[in-house]
């Protein structure tokens, strides 16, 4: 599958994971202790990064192995290599055949799969914690043994190409997300969609992706992470005998893009066969590593944190102009994201009425301060999130591994004493430094009329590529088996 953007508690985890893996209320041990005193971290002399963080509550293991290599590192001509390659991971090496991988770990009780991102391509399992270290094995394996053959590519290319139809040409919103990440990213690679673009898909070879494993995949350019019932010291020993004596790639080509400021409004418009039209609104944000990333956060759940807030209650409930309203903010991209507003309007409601009650929204912001027990009503949603989400080993995971991928796990415990430390002067400030026209980009989806049935409008953000995790995580899409 593939990823982009999420939110704490409402995206990647509990979507996929949450029923197999919610085991009870918060952690007493989450409750009492920080992330730095309950991981534990290693890395071998090949750079591989190891990360562990037991927690005994089911005879459970979840293990990510992350690589640093995403959309962020594709060029022009070569876009979805990243996400191809994810698919070939799983048509084998020397020692297994084609989808060997996961038969093998249904066949001790797991679950297995994967999702390619911007900035990371993650390879995931869950299974019973005696038998993590089949798992390890078998990563270890295709790490740096891949057989890229030219027939398993052909079929692999083909399942992509038609994942892209379904998921991004068969749905207009998506197709909107794509057009407003083009126009609002000029320089860099966030401009385009992690699945690719169809025709560099349709040329792709066998070859680059050769070159792209060769490049990106080995163990100085991933780390492990670890979750559940397991001891420290057995994972760091299994892992040190699998994966010690794998090498390269000691360099791997650096990505020098960088946006350059925006100095005006950008708008788009796509024209698509659509029962409703869609609009989306979209401004350039720093990310998790910049002091104004707390209060971003907050003000998006003021906007759209649940049904008493401000997009839901006032477009949707009270003035009946939209069919949902909501907004993102994607704070663990590696390099600045972007803070989006998206909405999809009732019948019979002009679109650009609809554009002009979001704009009002954001101006409301950037012009009065926000009320205590509103303030804290969204800090409390957001507090109550991050915390419960830690019943699942794999969110668990999720988190450590995005942190790790943004620079030092240890971000994480920094999270909540930072949105705690949010007032109303704060929201107001980062509303007027970053929503503003200048920096604004508005898509607007046209419907088009053509005597053929429409497609069923889907709500809720169902097409946006980003964020995930909604408000905040986007995008995912599970690879077909």
Request: aromatic fraction near 8%; proline fraction near 6%; include cysteine.
């Given at each position: 599958m593939?990823?982009?953007?999420?939110?704490?508690g409402g995206g990647?985890?509990r979507a996929?994971?949450s029923?197999?893996?919610?085991?009870?209320?918060?952690?007493?041990s989450f409750?009492?202790?920080?992330?730095a005193?309950?991981?534990?971290?290693r890395e071998?002399p090949n750079?591989?990064?190891?990360?562990?963080l037991?927690d005994h509550?089911?005879?459970?293991?979840?293990l990510?192995?992350?690589?640093?290599v995403g959309s962020?590192?594709?060029?022009p001509?070569y876009?979805?290599?990243?996400?191809?390659?994810e698919?070939m991971?799983?048509?084998?090496t020397?020692k297994?055949?084609?989808?060997?991988?996961?038969r093998?770990?249904r066949?001790n009780?797991?679950?297995?799969?994967a999702?390619?991102?911007?900035d990371?391509t993650?390879?995931?399992a869950?299974?019973a914690?005696d038998?993590?270290d089949?798992?390890?094995?078998?990563?270890a394996?295709?790490?740096?043994?891949?057989?890229?053959?030219?027939?398993a590519?052909?079929t692999?290319?083909s399942?992509?190409e038609e994942?892209?139809?379904?998921r991004n040409e068969?749905?207009p919103?998506?197709?909107?997300?794509?057009?407003?990440?083009?126009?609002?990213y000029?320089?860099?690679?966030?401009q385009w969609?992690?699945?690719?673009w169809?025709?560099d898909?349709?040329?792709?070879t066998?070859?680059?992706l050769?070159?792209?494993y060769?490049?990106y995949?080995?163990?100085a350019?991933a780390?492990l992470v670890?979750v559940?019932?397991?001891?420290?010291?057995?994972v760091?020993?299994?892992v040190?005998?699998?994966?010690g004596r794998l090498?390269?790639p000691?360099?791997?080509?650096?990505?020098?893009a960088?946006e350059?400021?925006?100095e005006?409004?950008?708008?788009v418009?796509?024209?698509r066969p659509?029962?409703?039209p869609?609009v989306?609104v979209?401004?350039?944000v720093?990310n998790?590593l910049?002091?104004?990333?707390?209060?971003l956060?907050?003000?998006a759940?003021i906007?759209a944190?649940?049904?008493s807030s401000?997009?839901?209650d006032r477009l949707?409930?009270?003035?009946r102009?939209?069919?949902f309203?909501?907004?993102s903010?994607d704070?663990?991209s590696?390099?600045p994201?972007?803070?989006?507003?998206?909405?999809?309007?009732?019948?019979?409601?002009?679109v650009?009425e609809l554009?002009?009650?979001?704009?009002?929204?954001?101006?409301r912001?950037?012009?009065?301060q926000?009320?205590e027990?509103e303030?804290?009503r969204?800090k409390?949603?957001l507090e109550?999130?991050f915390?419960?989400?830690?019943?699942?080993l794999?969110?668990q995971?999720?988190?450590?591994?995005?942190h790790?991928l943004?620079?030092d796990?240890?971000?994480l415990?920094?999270y909540l004493?930072?949105v705690?430390?949010v007032d109303?002067?704060?929201?107001?400030e980062?509303a007027?430094?970053y929503?503003?026209?200048k920096?604004?980009t508005?898509g607007?989806?046209?419907?088009?009329?053509t005597?053929?049935a429409p497609?069923?409008p889907?709500?809720?953000?169902a097409?946006?590529e980003?964020?995930?995790?909604v408000?905040?995580r986007?995008d995912?899409?599970?690879r077909?088996?």
């Amino acid at each position: 599958m593939n990823v982009s953007a999420r939110r704490w508690g409402g995206g990647l985890a509990r979507a996929l994971w949450s029923a197999a893996l919610l085991v009870g209320c918060a952690s007493p041990s989450f409750a009492g202790a920080t992330y730095a005193e309950r991981v534990r971290e290693r890395e071998l002399p090949n750079g591989l990064r190891v990360l562990v963080l037991e927690d005994h509550k089911a005879p459970v293991a979840v293990l990510q192995l992350w690589y640093r290599v995403g959309s962020r590192n594709e060029r022009p001509g070569y876009t979805g290599l990243s996400h191809l390659l994810e698919h070939m991971m799983f048509q084998g090496t020397k020692k297994l055949g084609p989808e060997e991988y996961s038969r093998i770990v249904r066949r001790n009780g797991g679950e297995d799969n994967a999702f390619t991102m911007r900035d990371a391509t993650v390879y995931f399992a869950s299974i019973a914690s005696d038998r993590y270290d089949v798992v390890l094995s078998m990563e270890a394996d295709r790490m740096r043994h891949l057989l890229l053959r030219e027939e398993a590519f052909e079929t692999e290319r083909s399942v992509v190409e038609e994942e892209r139809r379904l998921r991004n040409e068969d749905r207009p919103a998506a197709e909107l997300f794509e057009l407003l990440s083009a126009t609002a990213y000029l320089a860099h690679p966030y401009q385009w969609p992690v699945i690719g673009w169809r025709d560099d898909i349709g040329k792709a070879t066998v070859e680059d992706l050769r070159e792209y494993y060769r490049s990106y995949y080995g163990p100085a350019n991933a780390f492990l992470v670890v979750v559940g019932d397991v001891r420290a010291d057995d994972v760091f020993r299994k892992v040190r005998r699998l994966f010690g004596r794998l090498e390269g790639p000691e360099e791997v080509p650096p990505v020098r893009a960088v946006e350059p400021p925006q100095e005006g409004e950008r708008r788009v418009e796509l024209g698509r066969p659509a029962e409703l039209p869609y609009v989306a609104v979209a401004y350039h944000v720093p990310n998790a590593l910049h002091e104004d990333s707390a209060a971003l956060e907050v003000l998006a759940a003021i906007l759209a944190q649940g049904k008493s807030s401000r997009l839901y209650d006032r477009l949707v409930y009270r003035k009946r102009k939209a069919l949902f309203a909501t907004a993102s903010y994607d704070r663990t991209s590696l390099d600045p994201g972007l803070f989006v507003l998206h909405a999809q309007p009732l019948p019979g409601v002009p679109v650009a009425e609809l554009e002009r009650h979001l704009l009002a929204e954001v101006a409301r912001l950037r012009e009065e301060q926000v009320g205590e027990e509103e303030l804290e009503r969204a800090k409390t949603a957001l507090e109550a999130d991050f915390v419960f989400a830690q019943d699942s080993l794999f969110y668990q995971a999720m988190l450590l591994g995005e942190h790790e991928l943004l620079g030092d796990w240890r971000l994480l415990d920094r999270y909540l004493p930072a949105v705690r430390a949010v007032d109303a002067e704060d929201v107001r400030e980062v509303a007027r430094r970053y929503l503003v026209r200048k920096n604004r980009t508005v898509g607007v989806l046209s419907p088009e009329r053509t005597g053929k049935a429409p497609a069923a409008p889907k709500p809720h953000g169902a097409g946006a590529e980003r964020p995930v995790t909604v408000v905040r995580r986007s995008d995912v899409r599970e690879r077909d088996r």
